[in-house]
């Protein structure tokens, strides 16, 4: 799951474009997301994390966020997205999924092509994957996805923390971090609006 920029780009590993302030990653204070004892790379100079609380029954959330191939439906960022096994999301499904990233100072525009596999998988609960992000002139040697769901007075709390490692990113960790929350807080903005409506 690992996306794309190298200077600024706009998605996180299934992600997308977005404009906007976004606020400083609270993974520094707190102790990182994890599924089944997994988490992001925490050694990682890119990293953010976020969360929202989304007023949908626990299993619709699931459902829109482990069907995969229906991501485009619901998030405008997400191009395409195929899977590459067979069957319910679990250990080891992969899958490969296209975003655009927008030209920087750095790179151009182009469209990032994602192989994600997932490693954790606990129903309800949590997901983690991860995987590399290649564009023309723009690569993300991985990235790390992990996501927990929570049941609260009021809905479900969804937590979202990802983190890129790759020379190119890495190069300008202020913009590569800026457009990686762009992203994820855009996902989970979709999510909660697909989510939540009666359809």
Request: with cysteine.
């Amino acid at each position: 799951m690992t996306l794309r920029r190298t200077a600024a780009l706009a998605l996180p590993l299934a992600f997308g474009l977005l404009g906007g302030a976004v606020t400083p990653a609270q993974a520094a204070t707190t102790a990182p997301l994890s599924c089944q004892g997994k988490t992001i790379d925490t050694k990682a100079p890119i990293h953010y994390r976020t969360e929202t609380l989304i007023n949908a029954p626990l299993s619709k959330i699931w459902r829109l966020q482990t069907d995969v191939e229906r991501w485009p439906a619901w998030q405008e960022p997400v191009l395409s997205n195929e899977r590459l096994d067979w069957g319910p999301l679990r250990k080891n499904s992969r899958f490969r999924w296209t975003t655009p990233a927008p030209p920087t100072a750095t790179t151009p525009a182009t469209t990032l092509s994602i192989t994600s596999t997932v490693h954790q998988i606990q129903r309800g609960k949590c997901l983690r994957w991860s995987g590399p992000a290649v564009g023309e002139g723009l690569t993300i040697d991985n990235g790390v996805h992990v996501w927990t769901f929570t049941e609260v007075k009021g809905g479900v709390l969804v937590r979202t923390e990802e983190n890129w490692a790759g020379g190119q990113v890495e190069a300008d960790v202020p913009t590569a971090t800026k457009f990686l929350g762009w992203g994820l807080e855009a996902w989970l903005k979709d999510l909660k609006t697909t989510a939540e409506s009666h359809c």
